[in-house]
């Protein structure tokens, strides 16, 4: 049996795009993966999950990425779809894309809802051929399965080029784009408005609001 491996990476940023990754293995392929010391991407440095990644991407079946870029992630926020939606429906894309002449797939997806069973629920309606798909929707998942650590060390160094992109453009000082960062925080305090056109901010979260607001009550102190 397959297995296809789903995670995502840049979730909780203020800056730059949320990335899911699916990675679809068999047993040889897992072993390998286990072998070469592929496992979650947050225990591991940046420069083995570059090299992992290449490995990652010759030797799986086959693998999809997704990439959310704030606009879309603001936009989907505006129109009632929250983060955990938006993130279900870029996995039934992924598996929608996979999902095509194997005869029995196990998707196994770290679960970013702390209500499994409604995601996974939610999950199933917006994919398209359930017949030969076995669905495990898990917390920690990428912690317990070599295919969504697979999964998981893709979504990374997608995430990792989409900010060094950014860092070409913007500098340095852009930080991670996390907002527990206080690079980043600095960045958004001093350029929220800025660049609020540029698509580079998640405009719905409040780390955004609120760097936007203060640079609005200096421009008013200024009569």
């Not at 990425?65 to 929250?82: L, Q």
């Not at 209500?115 to 990428?142: G, M, P, R, V, Y």
């Amino acid at each position: 049996m397959f297995k296809l491996g789903i995670d995502d990476a840049g979730r909780g940023p203020v800056i730059g795009p949320m990335i899911l990754a699916g990675c679809l293995t068999d047993e040889k392929t897992e072993a390998k993966f286990k072998k070469l010391g592929v496992k979650d991407s947050k225990q591991l440095t940046q420069k083995r999950r570059e090299v992992l990644e290449k490995i990652i991407k010759e030797e799986s079946e086959t693998f999809e990425i997704v990439i959310i870029h704030p606009d879309e992630i603001d936009g989907k926020n505006a129109k009632g779809t929250n983060l955990n939606a938006l993130e279900a429906l870029a996995c039934a894309k992924i598996i929608n894309r996979i999902n095509k002449g194997f005869k029995k797939i196990k998707v196994i997806v770290d679960c970013p809802s702390v209500n499994i069973t409604t995601w996974q629920d939610f999950l199933k309606t917006k994919i398209k051929n359930l017949s030969n798909l076995e669905i495990s929707c898990e917390h920690k998942a990428d912690k317990n399965h070599v295919c969504v650590s697979a999964a998981s060390v893709l979504a990374k160094c997608v995430r990792e080029k989409e900010m060094a992109r950014l860092k070409k453009q913007y500098g340095n000082g852009i930080g991670s784009g996390y907002t527990s960062d206080p690079l980043t925080q600095k960045f958004v305090g001093n350029h929220a408005q800025k660049y609020k056109n540029n698509g580079i901010f998640r405009k719905t979260w409040k780390t955004w609001k609120n760097a936007s607001a203060k640079t609005d009550q200096k421009k008013l102190g200024d009569f």
